[in-house]
């Protein structure tokens, strides 16, 4: 089956750590997407990638890093310099020029 | 800066009412406007979608108006279900410069459809 998987599913981590959340698609799309999610705020745009190798900053980038090594692959490292880390991150992709992103199932990350 | 406005924050209706969601838009850029739905613990998945030259656009029971003069849109449920309980989210691409596919989110209604 085609899709977007992301992992994991919960994460906890101490205050002060950094962490990586993994995001692959087998779609074989070109762009791919970081949203953060919280309550009432709909999802925030964290950093995007149309092509390996190659990111942007999104509206929300600080505290957070990304990497685009393969196609298939848009690691999220959240740093401990971001402030407000506890929120349910989802992961997406698309062809590049197409309107119809397609989400992964998320990843709900608490800070202790 | 939130270039996506959407009202309400929550709806609650009863089964076979018509649900609506509204969503107003600043940028002139936009190029395409979708509605995702979400269910609780899942990603967003797309619904319907809308290009700016067209002012209605429907597939089943859900149906998107656009105002282009308004820069204002909307989605309609008709004969709302219980299974259309769910998290609504509007949204606007970016259509060109190095921003270009990048979608702006509105802040989401929580949709209740009661039995």
């Known amino acids: 089956d085609g899709g977007i998987t992301q992992s994991p599913k919960y994460l906890f981590r101490k205050e002060g750590q950094n962490v990586t959340l993994s995001c692959e698609q087998n779609?074989?799309?070109?762009?791919m997407y970081w949203y953060r999610q919280d309550p009432g705020q709909g999802l925030r745009l964290i950093y995007y990638?149309?092509?390996?190798?190659?990111?942007q900053k999104g509206d929300i980038a600080e505290g957070y890093s990304v990497s685009r090594e393969k196609k298939e692959s848009f690691p999220l490292t959240v740093t401990s310099a971001q402030k407000n880390p506890t929120a349910f991150y989802l992961c997406?992709?698309?062809?590049?020029?197409?309107?119809?992103?397609?989400f992964g199932p998320g990843t709900r990350l608490t800070v202790l | 800066q939130q270039q996506v406005k959407q009202s309400p924050q929550s709806l609650i209706v009863q089964k076979g009412g018509i649900s609506i969601i509204n969503c107003a838009y600043e940028?002139?850029?936009?190029?395409?406007f979708p509605w995702y739905q979400q269910f609780p613990g899942k990603g967003p998945a797309l619904l319907i979608a809308?290009?700016?030259?067209?002012s209605e656009k429907k597939e089943g029971r859900f149906t998107i108006s656009f105002n282009k003069s308004a820069k204002q849109f909307s989605l309609h449920i008709m004969d709302s279900q219980p299974g259309d309980s769910a998290t609504y989210f509007c949204?606007?691409?970016?259509?060109?410069?190095?921003?270009?596919?990048?979608?702006?989110f509105g802040q989401g209604t929580i949709l209740t459809v009661h039995p």
């Open positions: 809308i290009r700016p030259d067209v």
């Open positions: 779609l074989n799309h070109d762009a």
């Open positions: 940028n002139t850029a936009f190029d395409y």
């Open positions: 990638s149309q092509i390996v190798n190659d990111f």
């Open positions: 949204a606007a691409r970016t259509a060109g410069g190095t921003s270009y596919g990048k979608l702006t």
């Open positions: 997406a992709s698309s062809i590049v020029g197409r309107g119809e992103q397609f």
